[in-house]
């Protein structure tokens, strides 16, 4: 009797330790937000988008069912890149940092868990123009309605910032309730190849499109494009 | 005899597949043809970086097109990178599998990695000498400067080595891009030569604030006061200034010393508002622009940039303030012996199996340092050109005279920053050259940027940081296997595979046994001679 006793008690004190293992202290969005640039942060979010892994580095869009989250140059091999598809949940300790305006994490480290989600669209046309439009940054958006303007004096509907080798972003400006914004197709999100790429190229002044992207910001708001289809 | 035949078989027929596995390795060295070819069609690749700046993109097409209609039968296909270190990694990448660019805009750091790869890049000391197709050579269709018509310091940092490996394009230095408007409000006088005691004491002052919290300089919420742009550029001209050391010509690393721990002692003490980098807060011109920086370092070559009648613009136009912008040499140890970095493009041409193409590359690397191309692409940034012969056209003269008259082609601070250049060449340098010397430069900056980070984020930067921030600058930029370890060519192609392990293996026993099976029929031969002799 006691031997099963004491196989018992060993038995518990184990599941007990199991239970007990280090505890991780999650930064809510809310926290995230209020936080001063330089805080460390340890947030539970989902990959969306992957925009380049370079040097074992990479850059990431995430979201959760909170808000979103760009992990900039997260150290990551390729092995472990190549396992972060849309939905895939990580956990990410890092620095909260801002860029040129865009809030990110920095000088992270991560793991994958178990779990999957994948955020859906946020119409944010009403908020274009206004001060609310920054609590949206990062996530998952779409604009709809909108007119394409002529990027510059020349009277093109957009720009290659690499006109020889298209090798780099697509920039093009569309407006609403006679507004302009400047958006872009990240190259290394969306490259050469991609519809959206290509839908930029077909662009004409005048053109009524429905896009989706990415809210990101640099010194103001510079959506990274991932979807431009006709208005419907 | 009959036994070493399959033996000789054997080989013939191994050796080309090792010779020609496993990238460019064993290339021969450029022979220069006597003649070009000009019946031959040649599509060569030229890759270049730009600055995001429409008109640069247009000289090299321009000096393409014109280049083209010189050498009908060249054809230059060109890739533009929006910065150097992709060119660097591309080139990388391609040497393992032999598909470099014919010619490459680069920096000499990296061109040093290249050279690792044997005969990858063309030696041009002989090039340049060669009578038809060299420097100002006879059967040239272009009129291309002499040696001694290039910028002497700018030419001789493309020597790497024992060799010249490279042809500079285009020099810029760095500048320190003030608003005299701020200084002067704080009751500062900008001296003839900045220190760096200065600006940490201006920076320092201009963090005063309002009872509400806003800054008093400028009203705002945002100031930061000291923007660097590049620090490892940061770093390299300090320890310069200061006499102290960085590395050896030979690849001895020197940069973590007791000097280095005092500046950056000095950085952390103002890392706290006073001071920030590109890295860690964005473009030092666009918080300059907006009245939110008072010293902005940053390369003359981004000189459009700045001011707040900036040809070019990166942030709103109703964020721009009214101010005016003083163009200065970088802040300094010592006024007295001033000290700043010489940088820039220069061309590198790779090696491929047939001369005549090389020798089509070279002609282009060279056409890019006649006048035209020269002027027309310095004057789109505050570049200077490389070449005296270029710098003393009328036409460049006049462009400099004309500063100010408009805020474009002539814009002010465009002009003056090429003029910093031009009038303190004599203090320029650049840092020694081997390889490795390019993840050096990237120590020198990341020592900076981690000490700036650690501040902010308040942690204990002491003695004992330092040691822990060499050793982890160190490792991570493995700095220790600079001289002895692998090199980043050898690790870009990887460990040979088995199967050449095992080929190259069994090449060398088949040679010793041709050796022996030789020395031995030669030895029975003579004793046998010997003996009918005897």
């Known amino acids: ?232 | 005899m009959k036994k070493v035949l399959p033996l000789i078989l054997v080989m013939l027929v191994f050796l080309p597949a090792l010779v020609s596995c496993h990238g460019s390795h064993g290339m021969l060295e450029f022979q220069m043809p006597e003649t070009f070819d000009g019946s031959k069609q040649y599509e060569l690749v030229f890759w270049a970086k730009n600055d995001t700046n429409k008109i640069q993109t247009k000289v090299y097409t321009d000096a393409i097109a014109s280049f083209q209609e010189l050498y009908p039968n060249i054809k230059i296909k060109l890739s533009l990178y929006g910065d150097y270190g992709r060119i660097y990694n591309d080139v990388i990448t391609n040497i393992a599998t032999g598909t470099t660019p014919d010619v490459c805009i680069t920096y000499p750091d990296h061109i040093a990695t290249y050279m690792t790869g044997e005969n990858t890049v063309v030696r041009l000391d002989e090039v340049f000498k060669d009578e038809k197709y060299g420097l100002h050579g006879s059967e040239l269709k272009f009129d291309s400067p002499g040696f001694d018509q290039i910028v002497p310091q700018f030419i001789e940092e493309c020597k790497i080595k024992d060799g010249y490996y490279a042809i500079p394009y285009m020099r810029s230095t760095e500048a320190c891009y003030i608003n005299k408007t701020f200084v002067e409000a704080l009751g500062y006088e900008i001296p003839e030569t900045l220190t760096w005691d200065f600006i940490w004491e201006v920076s320092e002052a201009a963090l005063a604030k309002n009872g509400d919290g806003t800054y008093k300089l400028n009203g705002g919420n945002v100031m930061i006061p000291f923007i660097y742009k590049s620090t490892d550029n940061m770093m390299i001209q300090y320890l310069k200034q200061a006499g102290a050391g960085y590395s050896t010509s030979d690849g001895e690393i020197l940069i973590f010393n007791d000097q280095t721990k005092e500046f950056l002692q000095t950085v952390a003490a103002h890392s706290n508002g006073a001071f920030s980098t590109f890295k860690i807060s964005s473009y030092p011109g666009n918080f300059f622009n907006a009245g939110q920086c008072i010293f902005a370092i940053d390369s003359t070559a981004g000189a459009t940039w700045i001011g707040s009648k900036a040809t070019h613009l990166d942030i709103p136009k109703e964020d721009l303030i009214e101010f005016e912008t003083v163009v200065k040499m970088i802040p300094q140890v010592n006024p007295d012996a001033p000290y700043m970095i010489s940088q820039g493009p220069s061309l590198c041409v790779f090696n491929k199996k047939d001369p005549q193409r090389v020798l089509a590359a070279w002609l282009f690397a060279q056409y890019l340092l006649t006048d035209t191309v020269q002027i027309t692409y310095a004057e789109t940034e505050g570049y200077v050109p490389v070449t005296l012969k270029a710098q003393e056209t009328a036409e460049y003269k006049e462009y400099l005279s004309r500063a100010g008259e408009d805020n474009d082609h002539y814009y002010k601070v465009k002009i003056e920053a090429s003029e910093l250049l031009l009038k303190n060449r004599q203090y320029t340098f650049t840092t020694p050259v081997f390889n490795g010397s390019a993840s050096l430069r990237d120590a020198a900056g990341q020592l900076i940027e981690n000490t700036v980070k650690s501040v902010r984020r308040k942690e204990t930067v002491d003695d004992a940081y330092f040691v822990k921030l060499y050793s982890d600058v160190n490792a991570l930029y493995r700095l220790d296997q600079i001289n002895t370890g692998e090199s980043v060519m050898q690790k870009a192609l990887g460990k040979l595979p088995k199967t050449a392990v095992f080929l190259l293996v069994s090449l060398g026993a088949v040679w010793t046994l041709i050796a022996a099976g030789f020395i031995y029929r030669v030895v029975r031969k003579k004793r046998a001679e010997m003996r009918e002799k005897t």
């Open chain 1, 1 to 232: 009797m006691k031997k099963i006793l004491a196989a018992i008690l060993a038995l518990t004190s184990l599941i007990v330790m199991c239970a007990c293992g280090p505890k991780v202290e999650l930064t809510t969005y809310a926290q995230f937000k209020a936080a001063a640039v330089e805080t460390e942060v340890t947030v539970e979010t989902y990959v969306q988008a992957k925009q380049s892994w370079w040097n074992d580095k990479a850059t990431i869009y995430t979201q959760n069912e909170e808000g979103a989250y760009f992990l900039y140059e997260l150290p990551c091999s390729k092995e472990d890149y190549d396992k972060l598809t849309e939905g895939t949940k990580i956990r990410v300790t890092g620095h909260k940092a801002e860029w040129a305006g865009e809030v990110e994490i920095i000088d992270s480290k991560f793991e994958i868990l178990s779990g999957s989600y994948v955020a859906p669209v946020t119409d944010v046309t009403g908020v274009l123009g206004t001060d609310k439009l920054i609590d949206y940054m990062n996530m998952k958006v779409a604009f709809k309605g909108m007119t394409v303007e002529a990027y510059d004096e020349t009277g093109a509907a957009f720009a290659y910032k690499d006109p020889e080798g298209k090798t780099d972003d697509l920039y093009f400006k569309v407006s609403k309730d006679g507004q302009t914004y400047g958006f872009c197709v990240e190259f290394y999100l969306c490259g050469k190849d991609t519809d959206v790429y290509k839908a930029v190229e077909a662009l004409k002044v005048g053109d009524k499109i429905d896009l989706e992207g990415f809210l990101y910001w640099y010194n103001g708001a510079n959506p990274h494009i991932t979807s431009v289809k006709a208005a419907q």
